[in-house]
């Protein structure tokens, strides 16, 4: 069902963190830097100060006498608890903190701080306030009551949890529990065979799910910091059965787990592999040219790998692309990328290469601080102070089963974020190649996250714009990874259209239309129309050229 034009506020970008950061990684001594600053205005400023903390006082005055001044965020559920509301002692607490909350934005706001220093302020004010919140001790009702409904074994539970987690998970909460799934087994189960192995991949082919199936192949471009099966999870939301019993030929990327001996490998070696698979592809189906879709930094090899083909004359091997919540254009804004200078740059590089490799945890650690309240704190709480067990989830199992970037990668990541070289022509040079994205002139589907902090929306969209071709721009209503695992059903799912692309994101997004529902119909439609012709389905996987070897998901996916 689709709705008027969307006339709203355009959705505002992420503000703190994003995979520029995860990329860089956030030093300990930036953060205390910024913390100083802050006190050096303080002490230079006394009265300024003096009168936020008078304002500040008056507050818990007011607070203490009973007064209710705040209310916490509508989607802000570390009080949701009735306690918070009712009880008197719970009330003023949680009134008393959001007081303090309040006064140091406005204390920042107001201050005479430079506009980057402000930033780099919030940013940072808003982590420790974060962690302060009472939410976060043993005084949480939540706790206190299980703590009298278990007789008090949710404070030994929890204190298990806690040491087994500074033992084997670098001190972070864990998200879910290390037994809930295992690949193979309730993970990436759909059936297939590696059918092509070099030292970078395996090509995976899915065995059909329909009695026919498209002439034209698609091979899918996994990113590298993650596993390839997102796109293959549980059976109710697998984006590659979705394909295969709508009579698509899928391949599948699943690129090696690198370690220090690969240290060399940079964005030319995996566009070379890549090429190399694309050949498989086109040999073992018969078809003179394949469908491309790639995630995330797959997106951004994808791209690589058809301006390479595109210089060298040869871009008719790809027919169509499809973007998932793809930087082409790197150009973000951001707080914690003002902390990302060239000594921190520098620093990064320098680091990832006297280890051999940027490891995944690292990484991991710094996307779970973009929602510290969501992906930390929450976990605090529920695996500590509850003592309970993480409830099981596919996409959190899969986010913690993480991958390393080989440090020339990390390089090139590093560089691409520093001179966004892709928006300019010949501005990024891949396996001794010039790219020029607007030279690419095959048909392109791109779809970004309304909620996305990775890779904010509006970025995902002036990376189309860089683009030659037809192009169709989506924007899901969820965040980073669950704009892509969007199976049709999901009664919260909805996205937004236009398929009149403008400069202006927002001016696009001011003249889009609403439609109710998951966005893989509408690209199913999209991508069955250049697919080619349908017929029957074959019987077997790989050909006398590429046999097929380990049954899907390979060797290379349980590598750690």
């Known amino acids: 069902m689709k709705d008027k034009p969307v006339k709203a506020v355009a959705p505002t970008p992420s503000t703190y963190i994003n995979v520029q950061s995860a990329i860089t990684g956030l030093r300990g001594r930036d953060l205390v ?66 007081a303090w909350q309040k006064q140091t934005r406005q204390w920042i706001d107001e201050s005479s701080l430079d506009e980057d220093d402000r930033a780099r302020a919030h940013f940072l004010f808003t982590l420790l306030n974060d962690a302060v919140s009472p939410s976060n001790t043993l005084l949480n009702p939540e706790a206190v009551k299980e703590v009298f409904n278990s007789g008090g074994l949710s404070l030994v539970r929890g204190l298990g949890h806690l040491l087994d987690d500074l033992r084997h998970n670098n001190g972070m909460p864990r998200q879910v529990a290390k037994d809930a799934f295992e690949v ?18 395996e090509l995976i082919q899915y065995r059909s799910m329909s009695e026919k199936q498209y002439a034209r192949p698609l091979l899918i471009v996994p990113p590298q910091i993650n596993k390839f099966y997102v796109f293959d999870l549980g059976p109710g939301n697998s984006y590659v ?44 189906t018969g078809s003179r040219d394949v469908n491309l879709m790639g995630a995330c930094a797959g997106g951004l090899t994808m791209a690589a790998l058809q301006g390479h083909l595109q210089a060298k004359r040869q871009l008719r091997r790809v027919h169509s692309a499809t973007y998932l919540v793809s930087l082409l254009d790197s150009q973000m804004e951001s707080a914690a990328s003002l902390f990302a200078d060239e000594q921190t740059l520098e620093a990064a590089k320098r680091r990832s290469y006297q280890q051999g490799v940027l490891d995944g945890g690292e990484m991991s650690r710094v996307f779970a601080w973009m929602r510290p309240n969501d992906l930390v704190w929450n976990y605090f709480v529920n695996n500590y102070l509850l003592g309970k067990t993480p409830p099981p ?54 779809v970004a996250g309304h909620n996305d902090h990775i890779t ?41 259209l236009n398929a009149k692309l403008s400069s202006d994101p927002r001016a696009w997004y001011y003249d889009a239309e609403k439609t109710e529902g998951s966005w893989w119909p509408l690209w199913l439609e999209w991508i069955q129309g250049r697919s080619g012709a349908l017929r029957e389905t074959g019987t077997s996987l790989g050909s006398a050229s590429y046999p097929a070897m380990d049954p899907a998901p390979g060797q290379y996916v349980l590598v750690r």
């Open 393 to 446: 989830f596919d996409i959190l199992y899969w986010n913690n089963d993480t991958t390393r970037l080989p440090a020339a990668l990390h390089g090139d990541l590093l560089d691409f974020f520093k001179y966004n070289p892709l928006a300019h022509p010949a501005g990024l040079e891949v396996c001794g190649t010039p790219i020029d994205l607007g030279k690419i002139g095959v048909d392109s589907f791109h």
């Open 33 to 98: 830097s910024t913390l100083r600053n802050v006190g050096r205005h303080g002490l230079r400023h006394p009265l300024y100060t003096a009168r936020h903390l008078l304002e500040l006082g008056g507050q818990l005055g007011r607070v203490l006498l009973g007064d209710t001044l705040h209310q916490p965020g509508s989607r802000d559920n570390r009080f949701k608890d009735p306690a918070w509301s009712l009880n008197p002692f719970y009330r003023r607490g949680l009134q008393a903190y959001l």
């Open 241 to 284: 059965q979705y394909m295969l019993k709508n009579n698509l030929q899928v391949f599948m990327i699943s690129w090696r787990n690198p370690d220090p001996r690969h240290r060399e490998w940079g964005l030319s070696s995996y566009v070379a592999a890549l090429e190399e698979a694309l050949n498989v592809c086109r040999s073992i």
């Open 184 to 201: 193979g087994r309730n993970l990436a189960t759909t059936p297939g065979a590696v059918v092509f192995r070099n030292e970078l991949l």
């Open 456 to 496: 904010p929306w509006d970025a995902v969209y002036r990376s189309a714009l860089l683009l030659g071709g037809e192009r169709r721009f989506v924007l899901s209503n969820s965040g980073h990874v669950q704009s892509i695992i969007n199976p049709p059903g999901n009664p919260k799912a909805h996205y937004v």
